[in-house]
């Protein structure tokens, strides 16, 4: 009979540690949370860069092109100057570019993180739905 009771009082200890340990879930650290916030910061320095590089390639592209139509425009036709059309135009696609590359990520990646915080905390009160 004593054994029995001791089992019993072990059980309950178990299903009482478990219980705790369930609340406190979001509160405990793993090893692998650092790992996995390392991994995300890579990716996102990884996709800021691309998106630099591809600005760079850009602007390079544009100054390239406008110097060689400017250089069209003055030996074909100095007195009409139809260079600046392009030069406008293009100019503007390039500033929007600009302007998503510097500003569209500080506020994309803010959005982001609040998104998967958001989300995170839907499956988790959906997983706590589903156990009571």
């Not at 320095?45 to 400017?70: C, D, G, P």
């Not at 500033?95 to 993180?113: A, M, N, Q, R």
């Not at 995170?120 to 959906?126: A, V």
């Amino acid at each position: 009979m004593q054994s029995i009771l001791n089992c019993w009082g072990y059980l309950l200890v178990a299903v009482e540690y478990l219980q705790l340990a369930d609340e406190y879930y979001g509160k405990i650290k793993y090893k692998g949370d650092e790992e996995m916030e390392s991994n995300r910061k890579y990716e996102r320095a990884k996709k800021r860069v691309e998106e630099l590089k591809a600005f760079y390639i850009h602007l390079t592209v544009f100054i390239s092109v406008n110097i060689a139509i400017f250089v069209i425009n003055m030996l074909t036709d100095p007195d009409n100057l139809w260079f600046v059309y392009t030069l406008l135009g293009w100019g503007v696609g390039l500033t929007i570019h600009f302007i998503v590359v510097t500003l569209g990520s500080k506020w994309g990646s803010t959005w982001e993180d609040k998104k998967m915080k958001e989300l995170m905390e839907k499956d988790k009160r959906e997983d706590e739905d589903v156990y009571e």
